[in-house]
């Protein structure tokens, strides 16, 4: 898949000294985009812990991500979420909730109350963006969360009208039986909260996929009701795509893999232990990367479809890989496929929060919690640490890093670039790189997604570098992970294969 076009601005004029094996890169940076103090943020649930904010290690997991938002209770919890008591509403029939949230909360006795969760923001200096229950509670009872949130001196800046009840759930289709009924609720609630919190952004759900009759043009049918939101969430989920499959069926709670897709160029085995090392084996063919470094592309461009109006903000409040028993998840090659995410999300201005599903958590946590996260391998034994940051938190942490204390940023390209051709000959990128801005500041990265070294003159551009590397296979467990140098910029600077790099 190509990239979108980008229409550029003034060029940034560069000229470059490379050895003689290494051809000439000009770099340019497009059209600058205004960007939030908070842009970057984490799904934050994690009731997996009791009271988590009693706990050292997860104020320092937090920290370590360098994120500036943490929502609050988290995803699919929150449609059963009960704010007086920090927990699962246990009163709720088991039969109005997914069996997950049943087996883990039901008959739980920890607690994530809103106290803890504002002794953790203040903290880490994170900001706080709530998830309320339009499903279970009234609106009153969620008032009253945003009351609390603002008597333990917070400030009640975001705010979720909800998650995902665009899923045909027996109690999203009771409560709310089309997006109209939806929208309507929404236009009365977000009301009685402006009036209470003028300052407070709003944002309905979003939807992209046409299904069955309730959810197909869910985006224009919720607006068409609620005109008062302030913006549209938007969640995105990539299936793996290594083996060149487009179209991938919604994988809903299915695990990755366990859904045959004829659109396949390569045939994985079905046997788990030897499909997991067929996918390492894959590693080593570019085609094979750029397969499913477009399928990932393809995931984050849903936003394209996304109905909303092209002026109205979107808050990107859940995104991740759907690798489940992969191989690839957990490698640097995942920590690629995150930055591809985060890049795709960067080009559309619309734009203005992009949030990491989730902080801690089994399939897709930014912090490793425990030493047993790389049990799903089957071929070798891994023993994660606790505390350190996955593949993709710690992509994370590089972006929230480059966008730290800026206000724009623009894109990099770079002409004569290589590119990567998948099965299908369409192409991704070899560099992509972002230039962050705030007046006379700047800081750049830039990201070598081929297996050759590539040089770019870095004049104008920063004083020093940080540069991190790896093989794609690489399993990681924080930047100690990876190989890294740094030091002064000078003319030129030399990207290693597969690597990332900060100028400053």
Same mark, same amino acid.
């Given at each position: 898949?190509?990239? +979108? ?16 094996? =290494? ?32 706990? $050292? ?36 029939? %088991? *039969? ?50 945003? +009351?609390?949130?603002? %008597?333990?001196?917070?400030?009640? !800046? ?25 929208? !309507?609720?929404? &236009? ?9 919190? $003028? ?14 009759? +309730?959810? =197909? ?7 068409? #009701? ?7 969430? /938007? ?9 060149? *499959? ?15 897709? $004829? ?6 085995? %079905? ?7 067929? #996918?390492?084996? &894959? ?24 109905? *909303? ?15 489940? %028993? ?18 795709? /999300? ?39 640490? $606790? ?10 942490? /590089? ?36 230039? /962050? ?14 297996? &050759?070294?590539?040089?770019?003159? =870095?004049?104008?551009?920063? =004083? ?15 930047? #100690?992970?990876?190989?890294? !140098? ?19």
């Amino acid at each position: 898949m190509k990239l +979108r076009p980008v229409y550029f601005g003034a060029l940034l004029i560069v000229t470059i000294g490379l050895s003689a094996a =290494t051809a000439q890169i000009p770099v340019r940076f497009g059209k600058t985009r205004p960007i939030p103090v908070a842009l970057f943020g984490m799904n934050g649930n994690i009731t997996a812990y009791d009271t988590p904010f009693d706990r $050292p290690n997860v104020v320092a997991g937090l920290q370590e991500t360098g994120v500036s938002l943490l929502r609050y209770p988290g995803g699919m919890i929150a449609n059963h979420w009960n704010f007086a008591t920090g927990g699962v509403d246990k009163s709720e029939p %088991d *039969s109005d909730m997914q069996p997950w949230i049943v087996s883990n909360f039901k008959n739980s006795t920890r607690t994530y109350t809103l106290e803890n969760y504002a002794k953790g923001l203040k903290a880490t200096g994170t900001a706080p963006i709530l998830v309320l229950n339009m499903l279970g509670k009234d609106l009153e009872h969620n008032l009253n969360a945003l +009351r609390n949130l603002r %008597d333990l001196g917070l400030p009640v !800046r975001y705010v979720e009208m909800g998650n995902e009840y665009y899923f045909g759930l027996v109690k999203m289709k009771r409560v709310f039986p089309t997006p109209e009924d939806y929208g !309507r609720a929404c &236009q009365t609630w977000i009301a009685a909260i402006k009036k209470e919190f $003028p300052q407070t952004q709003c944002a309905i759900i979003g939807y992209y996929i046409n299904g069955d009759a +309730r959810n =197909t043009d869910w985006t224009k049918r919720v607006l068409s #009701e609620c005109t008062n939101a302030d913006a549209i969430t /938007f969640h995105t989920y990539s299936a793996l795509g290594l083996d060149g *499959s487009i179209k991938q069926p919604d994988l809903g709670l299915a695990k990755e893999g366990k859904v045959k897709n $004829p659109t396949a160029t390569r045939v994985m085995p %079905d046997d788990m232990a030897e499909r997991q090392r067929w #996918e390492i084996g &894959q590693l080593s063919d570019p085609k094979a990367v750029a397969n499913t470094l477009s399928r990932v592309q393809t995931s984050a461009s849903a936003l394209d479809k996304l109905g *909303s109006p092209a002026t109205m903000p979107v808050w990107i409040t859940e995104f991740n890989m759907r690798a489940d %028993d992969s191989a690839i998840r957990g490698t640097w090659l995942n920590g690629l496929q995150i930055s591809t995410f985060l890049t795709r /999300f960067l080009e559309d201005p619309r734009v203005d929060m992009i949030l990491y599903h989730n902080l801690f958590g089994n399939l897709f946590a930014a912090v490793y919690q425990n030493d047993h996260e790389f049990d799903y391998l089957l071929n070798e034994k891994i023993v994660s640490k $606790p505390g350190t940051l996955s593949a993709g938190g710690l992509m994370m942490r /590089f972006y929230a890093q480059a966008a730290q204390g800026m206000t724009s940023a623009a894109p990099a390209t770079f002409d004569k670039a290589p590119t990567l051709a998948n099965d299908r000959g369409e192409t991704v990128s070899g560099l992509v790189g972002w230039q /962050f801005v705030n007046g006379p500041k700047k800081r750049t990265l830039l990201i070598n997604q081929t297996a &050759q070294s590539q040089s770019i003159v =870095t004049t104008s551009l920063g =004083t020093s570098f940080r540069q991190y590397h790896a093989p794609l296979e690489t399993y990681v467990q924080g930047a #100690e992970s990876l190989q890294q !140098r740094n030091g002064p910029v000078g003319q030129t600077l030399t990207l290693a294969p597969y690597s990332l790099t900060l100028i400053d």
